[in-house]
C-alpha cells in the first residue's frame, strides 16, 4: 500500500509564510521566476509554500493559501422541477432555473415547513462566453456539519423532494478566506536530464490508477492527463475522451479543434495547440476516410466528430454523440480483443493483410495485428474494398488549427485537454469554444465551470519550463477551483499557456512512490485513462 501525505509535505526544503499579494523570495524566485500570492480570496490571506528539488531540473511546491472559513456551511440544494410557470414545464428537475421556477419550489417548500431561500446565481464573463446570471438556484438551511445537512435532506425526500448537500466554501466567493492546497511541479529543461513521458499502461481499453502508471515505470513523479470514458455506455472505459498521441503514434483521435497539452521527452517546447485530424484506409483500389480511432463504433465521447454525429457535431463535454455509419481503425495498442457489435471487421496481421471479414465485428486480434470495423452504411463500403489477401494501409494526420501538419516524433506525447486558460501570458478562458456550454443547461455548467472542483492544469511559461499543477477540492480542507479560477491561478505562477486536464476525482499528484494530493472520490484514487510521468535520467 502506497503512503499518502494529504497535509503539508515533510521535505527538506524552503518553507515560505506570506500575507498579501507579492511574495518576495522562494525557492523558485532562486530560478529566475518570482513567486506571486495566489490570486484566490481575500488579499491579506497567509500563504505559504514548500518547495522541494525531486531529481535534476524538477522542483515540487506545496501551497496552502488560508484557513477554513467560519462563514462557510453545510446546506441542503433543491433539485427545481419545471414547473407550472417554466418555459419547459416537462422539464426535468435541475440546481439551477429561472426566477419564477426557484420561487414556486421555495413557496412550495414552506408550506412544507421546510426554510428555503431563493439565490441567484452570476458567473464571470470568459474569452468566448458572456456570463452574468446563470440562473436561481433553491437552498434550504444552515448547518454546522455534514451530517446535519444530509439528515435535512432525507427530511426532504421523505416529503417527495430532491436535493443535493454542498457546502457553501465551493460556490467561489471572491472574499472567501480559504483554505486552498495547490501543488506545483515544475520542470526545467535547462537542467532536465530525465524524461517527460505520458503513457495508457498496458492497453487503452482498460483504466490505471495515476500512482499504478507511476510505478510501473519508475517514474519521481506524475499527475493524471487527460478526459476519458468512464462509463461502458459511453463507449470503452480507459479510451481517451479526445486525443492521444504517445511515443509519436496518434492512437485516439481530436475532439474537433479542442485543445491539448503536446510534451517531449526532453521537457522543451511544451505546447498547447488546438487539434483536428485526417485518416484513411488505402489499400491497392482505393482509399476510404475513417471516422475514428481506438473506440466503439458510432459512439463519440466529448462529440467533436464530424458531419452526421447527434445530437452535434461540435464539442460538447461529458456528452456522447451518436452515428450509426462509421469506419473506425484499431491498433495493436487498443487490447486483446475489439469491440462486439453489428456491423463488419476487416481483421489485418501485423503486416497489415486481410486475414478475415468478420460479422458480426468484435472478436481477439492477431498479434501485433489490427483491424477497422465498419457499421451501417459504412459496412457496404469497407467489404467492397477489402477482401481477404488484400493489404490495407492505415494513414493518420493531425492538423494545427492553421491547418498545418503537426509532427510527431518517437518522443512526442499529446494528451486531450479543455478548456483553454491562458494564452500569450493573458487568460484565455474558452468554455463555450470547447463545448461546457450546455445549451438549455445551465445546470451543468453550474457544477462543472462555475463551482470550485479539484483541478489539473498545464502548461508552459516564458522561460520553457513545462508546469505541472493540481489543487486539491470538494472538502472542507480544500476548496477547489472554478474553471476561471484555475486560469487566475495558472497565470500568477508564470504560465505563458495553459490549459486544464481532467479533474474532479480524477486529479491526482504522486511524487517518490506517494499520492501527495487528496483525490476527492470516496473509494480513494480513482483509475484514469492515462498519465504525465516525469521519469529519471537514463543511465
Sequence with gaps: ???????????????????????????????????????????????????????????????????????????????????????????????????????????????????????????????????????????????????????????????????????????????????????????????FRGRLDATYGPDLENRETTSALSDAAGATAAVNAGFFVLDPRAGAPGDPAGVGVYDGGLLSEPVSGRPALVVHDNGRRTDVTRLTWQGRVTTGHTSLPLNGINRVPGLIRNCGGGAGDSPTALPLHDVTCTNPDQLVAFTPEYGRSTPQGEGTEAVLDARGRVVELRTPRGGPLPSGGSSVQATGRRVADLTASARPGDRLHLGTTLLDDRGHRVPASSGTDIVNAGPELVRDGRLHVTPATDGMVHPGDPSWYYGWVHKRNPRTLAGVDAAGRTVLVTADGRSTDALGLSITEAAEVARSLGLRDAVNLDGGGSTTMVANGAVINDPSDAAGERPVGDALLILPRRD
Excluded at 501525505?5 to 523558485?28: M, N
Design 1 to 191: 500500500m502506497k503512503k499518502r501525505l494529504c497535509g503539508a509535505v515533510a521535505v527538506l526544503g524552503v518553507v515560505l509564510a506570506v500575507t498579501g499579494p507579492p511574495v518576495q523570495a522562494s525557492a523558485d524566485s532562486r530560478a529566475g521566476r518570482p513567486a506571486t500570492a495566489l490570486p484566490l480570496g481575500a488579499p491579506d490571506l497567509t500563504e505559504t509554500r514548500t518547495t522541494r528539488t525531486l531529481q535534476p531540473g524538477v522542483t515540487l511546491t506545496r501551497i496552502v493559501r488560508g484557513a477554513v472559513d467560519p462563514s462557510h456551511h453545510w446546506t441542503v440544494e433543491a433539485s427545481i422541477p419545471g414547473g407550472g410557470t417554466s418555459p419547459d414545464p416537462d422539464a426535468p428537475p435541475a440546481t439551477l432555473k429561472d426566477r419564477a421556477s426557484a420561487d414556486e419550489l421555495a413557496a412550495e417548500l414552506g408550506r412544507e415547513g421546510f426554510r428555503a431561500r431563493v439565490e441567484r446565481v452570476t458567473t464571470p464573463r470568459t474569452a468566448d462566453y458572456a456570463g452574468g446570471t446563470l440562473g436561481w438556484r433553491v437552498r434550504i438551511g444552515s448547518f454546522g456539519s455534514q451530517s446535519a445537512a444530509t439528515s435535512e435532506r432525507t427530511r426532504l425526500r421523505a416529503a417527495g423532494f430532491t436535493g443535493s448537500v454542498t457546502y457553501t466554501g465551493w460556490d467561489g466567493g471572491t472574499a472567501d478566506r480559504g483554505p486552498w492546497r495547490v501543488d506545483v511541479l515544475t520542470i526545467d529543461p535547462r537542467s
